[in-house]
């Protein structure tokens, strides 16, 4: 069965302090997968599309990476405004998206 | 104005009353979806719908079901509803073109089943 794993489930980080978030699929035929931001109370907002191993997004103090079995989600010295719920999500074919559970990230000034 | 809104935002009902949540968007958009999320379970597909003659079930459509009335325009229902669907709500919508990955959410529906 296609899964995807987010790691870890919390992460609080201090203003200033770069960190990655973690996103694993086990999935066959990936065609994309995408990192969404969630505001609490609020539906997620889309973020990045990765489709191939190597491949690279950034938007602002974030970076998203894809290898072959994994996401990475760089975030450079955060801002507290940067605090929200990261979510993974992965498309096989041309079925909808399957979310990770998500990283809740906190940035304290 | 929201491109995708969700009425009522906040419900709260009674164990065995039918439920209708609503979803609307001006967006053009073909495709339209509900998830449900859960704390701890994250982001769960009910339903989609590619265009208004198409629906399809999701990871977890029982005690559930939907109407595309519209292609602006898709209802989830609950027709006896229970506890264990205390949830968030959300409907969603994408482009045919970019597939179903970069979806617009609407701000969700909040259920309480007591």
């Known amino acids: 069965e296609d899964q995807v794993t987010q790691s870890p489930e919390a992460l609080r980080l201090q203003e200033g302090e770069s960190s990655s978030l973690n996103c694993s699929y086990t999935v066959s035929g990936l065609r994309g997968l995408f990192w969404y931001r969630q505001d609490p109370g609020k539906g997620p907002e889309f973020l990045f599309t990765l489709y191939s191993a190597g491949e690279e997004k950034e938007k602002e103090r974030l970076k998203a990476t894809l290898t072959k079995k994994e996401s990475f989600l760089h975030i450079t010295a955060p801002k507290p405004e940067d605090s929200a719920t990261y979510l993974c999500?992965?498309?096989?074919?041309?079925?909808?998206?399957?979310f990770g559970k998500g990283t809740r990230l906190s940035v304290i000034a | 104005d929201a491109d995708v809104t969700q009425t009522p935002r906040n419900r709260i009902t009674k164990t065995g009353k039918r439920i209708m949540l609503e979803c609307s968007q001006t967006?053009?958009?073909?495709?339209m979806y509900w998830y449900r999320q859960d704390p701890g379970l994250g982001l769960r597909l009910i339903y989609y719908?590619?265009?208004?003659?198409?629906?399809n079930k999701g990871e977890i459509s029982d005690g559930y079901s939907v109407s595309r009335q519209a292609q602006a325009k898709f209802s989830l229902s609950l027709e006896s509803a229970i506890p264990n669907q205390t949830a968030l709500y959300f409907c969603?919508?994408?482009?045919?073109?970019?597939?179903?990955?970069?979806?617009?959410f609407g701000e969700g529906s909040r259920l309480t089943v007591l």
């Open positions: 967006k053009g958009h073909d495709r």
């Open positions: 719908s590619f265009d208004v003659k198409d629906i």
């Open positions: 969603a919508t994408s482009e045919r073109k970019t597939g179903p990955g970069e979806l617009f």
């Open positions: 999500a992965v498309q096989v074919g041309n079925t909808p998206l399957v």
